[in-house]
């Protein structure tokens, strides 16, 4: 909030004015920055040089924090221990504590008997209150005592659940720790910031409010074996940790931006009405996870942990970007809006593999990609690593492919017709390597010169005898020849080159390297 260190100093305002005193580009930022390198506080800082210069901010100026930003001051109030029988209290005007734990049963010695009951009358008064409440075996609306004024409501359970809270006015939020084996957790709230579960096997949480109402913008899940269900068109963050099943989110129509955080989770995770949908993967990796957001025209993914995309569904997004330090995997990708996806914020690697709609253009990461393309219309920058890109089809004569800087891959699986010269470039290693088939290989030098920048050409033949004529591709210093069932031709080998037999020749079949008719002394490995 900027308090250093109390409601009296703002430091984010002196920084800010200290700046524009400086003038000449100094920023907040930059000012933070040499007042932290001088040994000083912010604080410090403003009271030995405030007023004492050019450069400085005016003598008798004060920071004072705003009144909405201040950190409140403590307020304790009383603790309220409740009984076995009936309790009726009201709180304080500060921050006061109701313990509801369970209590030893005289008969069994067991301590297995709630102190909180449907007799009970619980007001918080002022303050911000915090109930605690014990309880074993299943929970439902029967056992609900009368609570008001109360803001965090803390549970502790081991069995199921089934409680409307929704008449409990003032609770601002609710945190429930299912013990034991997993049961079935059902929440109602209304008038509820956040929700959090921990625990449990299917859980359903639900904001009650008249339509255009609802204030449940938060919803937390830890554990939950089964499906995850929130209701609220609020809801703008929910936060899945070992999720086995996935959630669904279920919110009326309009402008939301939805932001997941998903931390070891598998399943579908669906709101099929948010506008905007970012993923944040972290803690530990998420496998086998299915995004569905009909509704979205943007999808933003960070990856600080491994994802692994069963599929995407986003049929109204236009945009999907990707960043973070790890892979992002998508095996199936429904998006047919599609017009960009960017990797260039990450340094994990994107693998994709459906092939890439034809208006879509793609910006890879800095480390090893790998995608398929179509009959691309748009042009596509791999970026650095070592990536890896199949052709599908034949790229359009308004489309290209820039492979960038370290060793890439390109397999043509579609004879290409543009004749575009660089259209197809290799970049910047010292290994590009390009992969041809006997129906795809070039037939004349303006076929070739849409591929530049490779230096590993690696052909087979499966079907008919093939003679390749290498001289068609320039700048080739290696040749490599794949698995064949057909007799192969290698022609005007350069010297000093090398071929490797990378796949098996079939029995009676030839592999013939014709080195090109020059004045050298020509050499091959």
């Known amino acids: 909030e900027g308090v250093n260190p109390s409601n009296a100093f703002d430091a984010d305002a002196y920084l800010a004015a200290k700046a524009t005193a400086m003038g000449d580009g100094w920023t907040a930022e930059k000012v933070a920055e040499a007042i932290k390198g001088n040994g000083m506080t912010v604080l410090e800082h403003y009271l030995t040089y405030a007023g004492k210069g050019e450069g400085e901010v005016a003598e008798g100026v004060t920071f004072p924090v705003p009144d909405d930003q201040k ?7 009383e603790t309220f221990t409740l009984t076995a029988g009936r309790d009726v209290f009201t709180g304080t005007d500060g921050n006061d504590i109701f313990n509801a734990n369970l209590l030893m049963n005289p008969s069994s010695g067991t301590v297995n008997t709630a102190s909180f009951n449907v007799t009970d009358e619980l007001d918080g008064g002022k303050g911000n209150d915090t109930l605690n409440v014990e309880l074993t075996g299943s929970f439902t609306d029967a056992n609900l005592g009368s609570v008001k004024n109360i803001e965090n409501v803390n549970f502790t359970i081991d069995n199921t659940a089934t409680a409307d809270l929704s008449t409990w006015t003032g609770l601002e939020h609710l945190n429930v720790n299912q013990l034991g084996t997993a049961a079935v957790q059902g929440w109602t709230v209304s008038g509820a910031k956040t929700v959090s579960v921990k625990g449990g096997s299917t859980v359903t949480v639900t904001d009650s409010a008249a339509t255009g109402d609802d204030t449940l913008v938060t919803v937390s899940a830890e554990g939950a074996t089964g499906l995850v269900t929130v209701s609220s068109d609020a809801l703008t963050t929910l936060n899945l940790t070992g999720v086995g099943s996935g959630a669904t989110v279920t919110a ?143 790229i359009a004569a308004a489309g290209s492919l820039k492979m960038g800087e370290g060793d890439d891959t390109v397999t043509v699986d579609v004879l290409q017709t543009t004749t575009k010269a660089g259209a197809i470039d290799g970049g910047a290693g010292d290994n590009d390597k390009l992969i041809f088939t006997d129906t795809t290989y070039v037939a004349d030098l303006a076929h070739g010169a849409v591929f530049t920048g490779f230096e590993v050409l690696e052909v087979s033949a499966s079907a008919a005898d093939k003679v390749f004529d290498t001289s068609l591709i320039a700048g080739i210093k290696s040749y490599g020849v794949g698995a064949s069932s057909a007799n192969v031709t290698l022609s005007n080998i350069l010297n000093n080159a090398t071929t490797t037999v990378t796949g098996n020749v079939a029995d009676q079949k030839s592999l013939t390297v014709a080195l090109a008719v020059d004045t050298q002394n020509d050499t091959h490995t």
């Open 252 to 394: 009326a129509a309009g402008e939301r931006a939805l932001t997941v955080n998903m931390n070891n989770v598998t399943g579908t995770v669906a709101d099929a009405t948010a506008t905007t949908l970012n993923v944040n993967a972290t803690g530990a990796a998420s496998t086998g996870v299915t995004l569905t957001a009909d509704a979205a025209t943007a999808v933003n993914i960070n990856a600080d942990e491994a994802l692994t995309l069963t599929a995407v569904n986003a049929a109204a997004a236009t945009g999907l970007t990707i960043k973070g330090d790890s892979l992002v995997t998508i095996s199936a990708l429904t998006a047919n809006e599609l017009t960009t996806i960017s990797a260039a914020e990450s340094t994990g690697g994107v693998i994709i593999t459906p092939m890439l709609g034809t208006n879509v253009a793609f910006t890879g990461s800095s480390a090893a990609d790998a995608i398929t393309l179509g009959g691309s219309t748009k042009a596509t920058d791999m970026g650095a690593g070592n990536d890896k890109v199949t052709l599908s089809a034949a």
């Open 71 to 77: 950190v409140p001051a403590s307020n304790p109030g």
